[in-house]
């Protein structure tokens, strides 16, 4: 086996002065499954792709003087977008696409191609069109080209992020294969839950540093991840619904995400969906803001979704994105929170209210600063302000705490009590994270199995 | 010097400008075929040609404004009129003549200022090129010559009004929020 | 036939017929667009809708030039429809027997166009079905913020080149981790053949239209 991969004085940043990842020293064993965990903009993707040779040619620089044992050709990337890896119409087309790159010659591809299929159990997909397969599929012909390519290092960002169980269980069995065989394998995932049983080396990355766990440290913490946190609840039959399903179903293409017979969600309280990643919780509350077509009846105030206007439901409905910045229209803060001040209905927001909330979010001050410039956390405190102030009935939140600190989680918390208390919004939150979730919400729904059960209990007191 | 290569990252850039700009104007579609029977009657048939101009002229100028080197003007409209050529357009193969002459009539006015401008002057002078090229390609292709010296006259000037308007003063509001964002790095005058 | 011939055939007969005004070519060639469009067998749908939408234009020409230019040319008026039909029927005949990856193939091996012009212009094809939600997605976002975008608005054309650029990123990079390297020579796994037969086929289907311009009325 090769000597273990070593990082020295790795010094990497997009801004000058503000470096995004800053390792003094590590040192990667190969040969075995490594996980790169940490929250969101600690650097794990950052170093994913100083390894695969993309950064800095795609953008940012290196410091001067770092030194690294590896080179690019070494390395196959798996990236977390599982739709926009493909160059390609099918599986087929981008494996023989990426063979033709390697200089594989013809009389070779197909078998190959065959091989590669195999490997990653999709034969059966091979001519089907990419755009039409879900997630998880898309990610396993992702894992072909990878195996096709037959490098030594599998280098995966955050793979598993809309992927259900069973694909997230299909891929890490091919991935112990490679393992197995003598590869080194690394994924980033912010999230560790489930990475327990394959007992993976931990590689802890926290404000730019990395640094590798003892044994007892990494199972420390892959266990905290499998630990279940429980979320008091009362039943959404204990209030007056606001938003009410009948039959409905959801699809991702062929694959079934939703047969919900009936739904009630409670008016002017805030509800809980969680379920496993890829199960179809963002694609329900894209449907909510028709921005996905359902099947089946949605009413709110006596009348199916459809036949509100789209800019009535616009004003009825706000939807706060997954993507911070799919949320903004303008340029800077400022301009941001003028529109959202000229058109908001949130009663709460005064002048003085909405100052002392950029105060508390630690957004004052930045209002001359470009909004795609901000930091993730920044974006998406901003992003969840500008919302609350439009001061829609129904608010939908879609992983609005991902990668903001504790301090922010619970500023943001306190802001959307203090507009509840003010003018009180029926609330449909998604959200991986629960730490704090606690005593907050009201209600609470578990997917599994294409259903939603409502864990709420008589006997608590919430 | 400014860079004149173009890189992977450029050329899916260029055709994806393309696309999405026929993605938002495919309402102009509508537009196009609704101004057409209107106009029809009055024997003005031909001037929903023109009347959109402006808008099926846009990415070229933008890409332009966006990437500023040479050819970027062309290979905004013709590789969005390449994509376009496969996603179900009616036009099929036919789309790359127009996207031809779309995308050297949208480069002219950068070519006119050097490749050194991209400004309203040049995005102006862009405007005006674009309206005669393309004009004289519909003199022979769509029988403008054939008409009255007054419809030709109305013609062109419906046709300039339509693409000064989307052509160069929307691409100038769009560029000028890319370059607040900083997107567009500096605008070089 | 090759997939590049066909097309450079297809797009030199449609620049002659711009020039030229014989409208028994023209209907000649509508004909055998027709034919090779019904070899494809399309849907009643597709042909219904590749036969009436260029009604529109072709109508609204020949009305013009007939009904309202001084010289009634009614002649010409049936020229100027026929040349619509001429574009739209050959042009698809190209694009319904020509698969996308087939012809860039081609013109990566018989024409020399650099990969990356031919595969970049695809990975961009293939991404519509998220170009169109993105556009519904910014529209979305405006009507909750009390906006209406439509498309004379430059925030939406704003917003959609800001995805564009980052696609734009990630695919590249994408396509760099499946091996792409720019102006690096690659293997062929199927190769597009372009033989004496395509070549005698193409020139004469080229000499028959001149001899059609020169000889027909």
Redesign the interface.
């Known amino acids: 086996m090769t000597q273990a991969i070593d990082l020295q004085k790795l010094t990497f940043s997009y801004q000058a002065g503000k470096p995004v990842l800053a390792i003094d020293q590590l040192t990667i064993p190969r040969g075995r499954l490594i996980l790169f965990s940490g929250p969101s903009g600690s650097g794990k993707s950052t170093l994913l792709r100083l390894l695969a040779g993309l950064l800095p040619k795609y953008g940012g620089k290196l410091a001067p003087g770092a030194r690294l044992n590896l080179t690019a050709g070494e390395c196959g990337l798996m990236f977390q977008d599982p739709g926009l890896q493909f160059a390609l119409d099918t599986p087929r087309h981008e494996l023989e696409f990426t063979l033709e790159n390697d200089r594989v010659p013809a009389g070779e591809i197909p078998a190959r191609v065959t091989t590669a299929l195999k490997a990653a159990g999709i034969e059966a997909l091979a001519d089907r069109q990419l755009a039409t397969l879900s997630g998880g599929e898309q990610q396993r012909a992702a894992l072909a080209v990878l195996l096709a390519l037959d490098r030594p290092l599998l280098l995966l960002d955050e793979p598993f992020a809309s992927l259900d169980v069973a694909n997230r269980h299909q891929l890490m069995a091919r991935l112990v294969d490679q393992v197995a065989a003598g590869k080194t394998v690394i994924i980033a995932d912010h999230d560790l839950a489930g990475y327990r049983q394959y007992r993976p080396l931990v590689v802890a990355f926290d404000q730019g540093s990395a640094r590798l766990l003892e044994a007892a440290a990494a199972d420390q913490r892959l266990a905290a991840a499998d630990r279940p946190v429980t979320i008091p609840a009362r039943p959404t039959a204990a209030f007056a619904p606001a938003l009410t399903g009948e039959d409905l179903r959801l699809a991702h293409g062929d694959q079934e995400l939703l047969v919900q017979p009936t739904l009630a969600l409670p008016k002017e309280r805030i509800t809980l969906l969680t379920g496993e990643s890829g199960s179809g919780k963002s694609t329900f509350l894209s449907a909510l803001a028709r921005l996905s077509p359902y099947q089946g009846q949605l009413i709110y105030a006596g009348k199916e979704l459809s036949r509100f206007s789209r800019r009535r439901w616009g004003r009825t409905v706000g939807l706060v994105f997954q993507h911070a910045s799919d949320q903004f229209l303008n340029v800077t803060v400022g301009e941001e929170l003028a529109l959202s001040q000229r058109q908001g209905r949130q009663p709460y927001f005064t002048p003085t209210k909405l100052a002392a909330a950029l105060d508390q979010l630690g957004l004052a001050g930045l209002e001359e600063r470009v909004v795609y410039s901000l930091s993730g956390g920044q974006q998406k405190k901003l992003q969840l302000l500008v919302m609350l102030m439009m001061g829609q009935p129904v608010l939908l939140l879609d992983e609005p705490f991902a990668g903001l600190d504790p301090a922010s989680v619970a500023a943001v918390k306190e802001l959307i009590n203090a507009c509840q208390a003010c003018q009180p919004a029926t609330i449909v939150l998604v959200s991986h994270q629960l730490a704090g979730l606690a005593g907050w919400v009201d209600c609470h729904l578990h997917l599994t199995q294409r259903y939603f059960t409502d864990q709420g209990r008589v006997d608590h007191e919430s | 010097m400014h860079t004149t290569r173009?890189?992977?990252?450029?050329?899916?850039?260029l055709?994806?400008?393309g696309?999405?700009?026929g993605?938002?104007?495919y309402?102009?579609d509508f537009l196009y075929?609704g101004f057409?029977?209107l106009?029809?009657p009055f024997?003005?048939?031909?001037m929903?040609?023109d009347l959109t101009m402006g808008?099926w002229c846009m990415a070229g100028p933008?890409a332009a404004m966006?990437l500023q080197r040479p050819g970027a003007a062309f290979f905004g409209e013709f590789?969005g009129a390449?994509?376009e050529?496969?996603?179900g357009g009616?036009?099929?193969?036919?789309?790359?003549?127009s996207g031809f002459v779309q995308g050297i009539a949208t480069e002219l006015g950068f070519t006119f200022t050097g490749y050194r401008r991209y400004n309203w002057f040049s995005l102006t002078l862009t405007t005006l090129t674009a309206t005669l090229v393309t004009f004289g390609w519909d003199w022979?292709?769509?029988?403008y010559a054939?008409?009255?010296g007054q419809?030709d006259l109305l013609l062109l000037g419906a046709r300039f009004v339509s693409i000064f308007l989307?052509s160069g003063v929307?691409v100038k509001?769009?560029s000028?929020?890319?370059v607040?964002?900083?997107?567009i790095k500096t605008v070089r005058s | 036939m090759n997939p590049s011939l066909k097309l450079f055939l297809v797009l030199i007969i449609s620049v002659e017929v711009s020039f030229t005004s014989k409208l028994t070519v023209n209907l000649l060639l509508v004909a055998a667009g027709l034919i090779l469009l019904l070899w494809t067998r399309p849907s009643g749908l597709t042909l219904t809708h590749l036969l009436l939408i260029p009604a529109i234009p072709a109508g609204a020409l020949a009305l013009t030039v007939g009904a309202f230019t001084p010289a009634h040319d009614w002649f010409f008026a049936a020229v100027l429809a026929s040349r619509v039909y001429v574009y739209v029927l050959l042009g698809s005949a190209v694009t319904r027997t020509t698969p996308p990856l087939t012809l860039a193939r081609s013109l990566e091996q018989n024409c020399h166009l650099p990969a990356k012009f031919a595969y970049g212009t695809l990975a961009a094809i293939n991404l519509l079905p998220r170009i169109i939600r993105a556009v519904k997605t910014i529209k979305a976002a405006g009507q909750m913020r009390g906006v209406t975008l439509s498309f004379w608005s430059p925030r939406l054309y704003f917003k959609a080149i800001l995805s564009a650029i980052s696609w734009a990123d990630q695919l590249a990079q994408a396509m760099e981790s499946h091996g792409f390297v720019e102006d690096q020579p690659r293997s062929q796994a199927q190769v597009i053949p372009l033989t004496g037969r395509d070549w005698a086929l193409g020139a004469s289907a080229l000499l028959l239209v001149q001899l059609a311009l020169v000889a027909l009325p």
């Open positions: 173009y890189h992977l990252k450029d050329i899916i850039l055709a994806l400008i696309i999405i700009f993605v938002i104007y309402a102009g075929n057409t029977i106009l029809t024997g003005l048939g031909p929903a040609n808008l933008l966006l590789l390449a994509g050529m496969f996603l009616q036009w099929g193969a036919a789309n790359l003549i022979f292709r769509n029988g054939h008409f009255s419809l989307f929307l509001l769009i000028n929020l890319l607040r964002a900083h997107v």
